[in-house]
């Protein structure tokens, strides 16, 4: 099975820093990444596809890069609606996600 | 609009059975595969099953492969997850997912399911 590692699981930060969240496979996944973003009580909602590709609707202040082992999720200018937990998933073998990252403002 | 509605949660003991349905609108439901994924309290997402248009194929978890079953009703454009077996670590919300080439691309709002005696 394919491990998948997110770090930090907690991370503070203020209205309009850039944060970087990564995610970490246990093997090449090549580039078979997706990105979810959950607020408190609701239902996950898909950000990114395929490492880069934004999900319509999702603002293009979020990004998605990395190949291999090692994939990040930027946020370029955070904002207040961005307060959620985000998960990465692979799909190189199944699929699996990352045990997320709680990112809370500052 | 997507819409994915899962009922059919619940308290349940250890062993027994338990049968959760989703009933999905706002797109062809037969053109899309379906999913099952779950989350236990405060954890992360675990995937659960896939079902293909026609329900001819199936996939499983390795944590569920022999003791739930996904199933699909393309008239009734719904999904169903049926449990049996089951055990106090099947405890978690269960989403209803649109499996969209290897994306969940929209879920349900989830069903809780609670495994105890």
């Known amino acids: 099975d394919i491990q998948m590692t997110q770090s930090p699981s907690l991370l503070s930060a203020s209205v309009g820093d850039r944060v970087t969240l990564s995610c970490k496979a246990s093997q090449n996944i090549y580039k078979y990444l997706n990105w979810y973003q959950q607020k408190l009580g609701e239902a996950p909602k898909l950000l990114i596809y395929?490492?880069?590709s934004l999900q319509t609707g999702i603002p293009s202040r979020f990004s998605g890069s990395g190949s291999g082992t090692d994939y990040t999720l930027t946020i370029s200018s955070l904002q207040p609606e961005d307060v959620a937990t985000y998960f990465c998933?692979?799909?190189?073998?199944?699929?699996?996600f990352g045990a997320g990252t709680k990112l809370e403002l500052k | 609009e997507v819409q994915l509605v899962e009922s059919g949660g619940g308290l349940v003991q250890p062993g027994r059975s338990m049968k959760l349905s989703c009933a999905a609108s706002g797109f062809t439901f037969s053109d899309y595969y379906m999913a099952w994924v779950r989350q236990a309290p405060k954890k992360g997402l675990e995937w659960v099953a896939s079902?293909?248009?026609?329900?001819?194929?199936?996939y499983y978890g390795d944590s569920v492969k022999g003791r739930f079953t996904i199933s699909r009703d393309n008239a009734k454009s719904t999904l169903y997850l049926q449990m049996n077996s089951l055990r106090s670590e099947d405890t978690a919300t269960y989403y209803c997912?649109?499996?969209?080439?290897?994306?969940?691309?929209?879920w349900g709002q989830g069903v809780m399911v609670t495994v105890s005696s």
């Open positions: 395929y490492t880069n």
């Open positions: 998933q692979q799909y190189n073998s199944w699929y699996t």
């Open positions: 997912a649109r499996h969209n080439n290897s994306t969940f691309d929209y």
């Open positions: 079902i293909s248009y026609e329900g001819s194929s199936t």
